[in-house]
């Protein structure tokens, strides 16, 4: 049993790695206020107040530091370029400094949005990024800044799904919304990504901790698909109606932030290094649907105000 300090505690993979590591681990999880019943130990306070790490770091004296604080809403970084900077790039440099004074190892989540999608084919670890809008350039300047102070660190370039606080923090959600309240909808076709259920993420960042890992590692779904493909299986694991989800472009629509047509990342290094094979697709998608039946996006819910 590790003791492990959580950042970003409500946010999507927040709070399902703290959910999914709380029987096996002591979790210590950082937060504004969002969370009130739980089932964990919560400390309250912004990070990006001056003494807030060092206070949290003092009170949990945690084994392992998993960062899942940022701010990821694309359109909200392009809005706020200062605040996307304090908290992409400014405070993980600060973590990871103060994680290698204290003999921390540290996680960083990053993003697969730092490549510009224009290869054919599949990005390696080997590959050179290039962000296209604010929140990718700051990730990827996060991803530097980071190895920069703690050379040991993992930096996890991720991209997941799961039932979330709001109910509305990822691309699952919204489909299943929309489909179960018969709303019609687009699914992009020209945009490629590799879908991870989040709590496979969170088991997974965990199992790379155990084996001492360090550098940057791609911690993605292993099968590449489209957004609308991806629609589509919703569609079809819940028994609802694919047909409400239209093919669409990306380019017919009115996003502001640029996004990339191809985030179809290579898994082949972790998967090397965990010494197995990462989760499929298929097995995600069931233990989403299972954890639907059994009310947990109530549970976690239950966890707000």
């Known amino acids: 049993m590790a003791r492990i300090l959580i950042t970003g505690a409500s946010g999507l993979l927040g709070l399902n790695l703290a959910q999914e590591t709380m029987n ?22 912004d990070l990006l107040n001056t003494g807030t790490l060092d206070s949290a770091l003092d009170s949990a004296q945690p084994e392992w530091l998993i960062n899942c604080a940022a701010l990821a809403d694309l359109e909200a970084c392009e809005n706020n370029p200062d605040l996307s900077r304090r908290l992409n790039i400014d405070l993980p440099a600060q973590m990871a400094k103060a994680c290698k004074a204290r003999g921390i190892s540290f996680v960083h989540i990053s993003t697969d949005a730092v490549f510009d ?28 800044a980071v190895f920069a102070e703690d050379s040991n660190a993992i930096v996890a370039r991720v991209n997941f799904y799961g039932w979330s606080l709001s109910g509305r923090r990822s691309l699952a959600e919204f489909f299943h919304h929309n489909l179960t309240n018969n709303k019609s909808m687009s699914g992009f076709t020209d945009v490629r990504f590799c879908p991870m259920l989040v709590n496979d993420t969170a088991r997974t960042l965990i199992k790379m901790l155990q084996k001492n890992l360090s550098g940057l590692y791609h911690v993605v779904g292993p099968q590449a698909m489209s957004k609308y493909q991806f629609g589509v299986e919703i569609a079809r694991r819940f028994s609802l109606k694919e047909s409400e989800i239209s093919p669409k472009s990306i380019l017919s629509s009115n996003l502001t932030a640029r996004r990339s047509h191809n985030l179809w990342l290579s898994t082949h290094k972790l998967s090397t290094a965990l010494g197995e094979s990462l989760p499929e697709f298929s097995t995600g998608l069931d233990e989403f649907f299972t954890q639907y039946q059994q009310d947990y996006p109530q549970k976690i819910r239950s966890y707000a105000l």
């Open 24 to 45: 096996t681990h002591d979790i210590t999880a950082v937060d504004r206020g969002k969370l009130v019943n739980a089932p964990f130990k919560i400390l309250n306070g």
């Open 117 to 144: 999608g224009e290869k054919d084919g599949f990005y390696t670890e080997e590959d050179t990024p290039n962000p296209l809008g604010v929140y990718s350039q700051t990730k990827f300047d996060g991803e530097q």
